[in-house]
């Protein structure tokens, strides 16, 4: 989603996810960009700069199809990239602050201690959802 308003695609916009959905929306959830190889993002960021704006903006999983150019070990040059964002103090442009990388390392692990607990309360056979057949 590309809005004039915003002048990035949605994914990238701290006025999109962290104002219109975190804050006037409240939505608490995890958020996950759209495919940060998506032409829109591809062909108007670099790679760094698209990983600190989509971190930024307030997403918590940065969503790569990693179909563009196939890259092995795509996940850690991810995380890599990220970490060496995070602010220390100086001013970097682009720099991720770390609250912002907390807050999201908070929601993940709260999205995967609730999975956690519905896969044993699934297990449990005292939900028919995960009933086995």
Same mark, same amino acid.
């Given at each position: 989603l590309y809005n004039k308003l915003w002048g990035a695609p949605a994914s990238l916009? %701290?006025? #999109?996810?962290? @104002?219109?959905? @975190?804050?006037?929306v409240k939505f608490k959830g995890l958020v996950v960009t759209d495919d940060m190889e998506m032409g829109a993002i591809r062909k108007n &960021?670099?790679?760094s700069e698209a990983i600190s704006l989509a971190v930024n903006a307030g997403n918590d999983i940065?969503? &790569?199809? %990693?179909? #563009?150019? &196939?890259q092995p070990f795509l996940g850690r040059k991810i995380r890599d990239r990220i970490a060496a964002s995070v602010c220390t103090g100086n001013k970097k442009t682009r720099c991720i602050a770390p609250r912002i990388v907390n807050a999201a390392f908070n929601r993940v692990s709260t999205a995967k201690r609730s999975a956690r607990r519905l896969a044993a309360y699934g297990k449990s056979g005292r939900c028919s959802v995960f009933a086995q057949k």
């Open positions: 916009s %701290n006025k #999109a996810v962290s @104002r219109l959905l @975190r804050k006037d &960021y670099g790679w940065l969503l &790569y199809s %990693n179909t #563009a150019k &196939y």
